[in-house]
């Protein structure tokens, strides 16, 4: 089991390429995380929603991502509550005191999920959340050392020497984990260190003679494009940007940002930047305007008008400038969003959206989870070039959206007439396609640059299937040669 000295300490990273080491050297290994909070979420082949961390974990591991890789899933709603999914599907949404004491219930699901794994595979790499140090929380733990009592799992505790104090929360963490279970601790793996190993001089000999536990790993800050777990990630970043580049894409931040992974294929492009943005004069060099998925679409679509987005947003797509909205942002790019079911909100409340394309959306207590694969319908103007392409990926939403004119559900939905360039779906995975990604490319570059001959830039794009499998391999070379392996499978073999 990997735990951490916070979030954002690497526990997901060093859990993914454990994966791959495992399955490299020909183990048939999974992965498992009991409890996950995280907005950005995928969808199992059988309908299933869990962590995008367990679902990146799964790729290493050569696996179809399963629901018993995570058992639990909580997603925040709000500054208390979360809505909580149990083997894929929702429950309800529940505050923080609600939920802490009904977790204990959880326990048998979660033991179920695990058996079924390590029934079917040779070893099986846990992760943690947050931190085992959480003293107030340690009380019917099931996601830190709770669960690694539960499964006889010895620990290894990463801590991120990037952000500082790494060897006093290493140190700290060891000392508030409660006596009984502080003998599973078998390691300390220092992550995100730059520059040289030998500056550290005797600070790892010496947290070892404090603690009576060894640093079996020290990993360097090393650039790996991997999915993100929540909205901690760093390519949230303002700071994050490239000198040179001949396109501009702004993601809007929203406040409940979900699934900003689908953007991950277009950071890839060579001649591209990504900015996730939070105020209006970020906008001024779009070249394309993205609002992404959001946990709760009618605060950030109040948010938007809040900050003078919504306005700018309307501006800059008046002038032309192309925009394409993924699930919350398509029901946001809409003409109403209605909820008289309190899925979002505690009171039937109805909202005005941005009345760039003709659909409304109306809220329900289902939720729909789904894998969805077809052609994408004929498209007009800008869109052209993506017209009748096989499209896959998956849906995670709670409303369904209407045509105005029709009164028909969409999945997909093109402006018309004077604002052909604004798109919407609900599909998430859209720019994971090559050629989809390839279409979208090409045509933005002949709308910016429309006095040159007509570009196809195929070489700038690349496939991002074949891009995420060379970051595992790249991954586990980091890890195997920071790591102490042999201890390592040492511990596998011989547990505590």
Not at 90 to 111: C, D, H, N, V, W
Not at 378 to 387: A, V
Not at 428 to 446: K, M, R
Request: proline letters at 5%.
């Amino acid at each position: 089991m990997i735990q951490g000295t916070a979030s954002n300490a690497g526990k997901s990273f060093i859990c993914t390429g454990l994966c791959r080491i495992l399955k490299q050297d020909g183990w048939r290994v999974a992965p498992f995380k009991s409890q996950n909070m995280a907005l950005n979420s995928g969808v199992t082949q059988d309908g299933k929603e869990i962590g995008r961390a367990q679902i990146m974990q799964a790729e290493a591991a050569g696996l179809q991502p399963s629901v018993y890789m995570n058992p639990v899933l909580l997603k925040p709603t709000g500054e208390t509550g979360s809505q909580v999914i149990v083997n894929g599907k929702p429950l309800g949404t529940m505050t923080a005191r609600e939920y802490f004491s009904f977790r204990k219930k959880l326990l048998p699901t979660i033991k179920e999920s695990f058996n079924i794994l390590a029934a079917e595979h040779d070893i099986i790499i846990v992760e943690g959340a947050g931190s085992p140090a959480e003293i107030n929380l340690q009380q019917d733990d099931i996601v830190n050392m709770g669960l690694a009592e539960m499964l006889n799992a010895p620990v290894l505790i990463t801590g991120d020497i990037d952000r500082g104090g790494v060897f006093a929360s290493l140190y700290g963490t060891a000392a508030l984990v409660q006596p009984e279970h502080r003998r599973r601790i078998k390691g300390f793996i220092i992550n995100r260190f730059r520059g040289d190993k030998t500056l550290l001089g005797s600070g790892p000999a010496q947290l070892e003679q404090l603690s009576g536990i060894p640093v079996v790993g020290i990993i360097p800050y090393t650039p790996i494009a991997l999915d993100d777990e929540d909205s901690m990630a760093q390519r949230l970043s303002p700071s994050k940007t490239k000198q040179d580049y001949r396109l501009c894409i702004a993601v809007i931040a929203l406040p409940h940002i979900s699934n900003f992974t689908d953007f991950n294929p277009l950071e890839q492009w060579h001649d591209t930047v990504i900015r996730y943005i939070v105020s209006p004069e970020e906008l001024e060099k779009a070249d394309l305007i993205i609002i992404p998925g959001t946990k709760n679409t009618i605060d950030d679509l109040k948010w938007l008008r809040s900050k003078g987005l919504a306005a700018a947003i309307q501006k800059k797509t008046a002038a032309g400038i192309p925009c394409i909205g993924i699930c919350g942002g398509f029901q946001i790019l809409g003409r109403q969003i209605t909820d008289q079911t309190g899925a979002e909100q505690p009171q039937q409340v109805s909202e005005h959206g941005l009345g760039l394309l003709d659909h409304t959306t109306i809220f329900s207590t289902d939720k729909r989870t789904a894998q969805a694969e077809g052609i994408l319908p004929n498209c007009t103007g800008i869109f052209k070039p993506m017209s009748a392409l096989p499209y896959s990926g998956y849906e995670i939403h709670m409303g369904v959206s209407i045509k105005t004119d029709s009164g028909e559900p969409v999945l997909f939905m093109q402006g018309q007439k004077n604002n052909t360039h604004i798109f919407g779906t609900y599909l998430h995975g859209l720019f994971d396609s090559v050629q989809i990604n390839t279409a979208l490319h090409t045509l933005l570059i002949n709308h910016k640059y429309p006095q040159q001959v007509p570009q196809h830039t195929d070489e700038t794009v690349i496939d991002y299937h074949i891009f995420k499998e060379h970051q595992y391999d790249k991954l586990a070379a980091v890890l195997r040669s920071s790591l102490d392996m042999e201890y390592i499978y040492h511990i596998i073999e011989n547990g505590i």
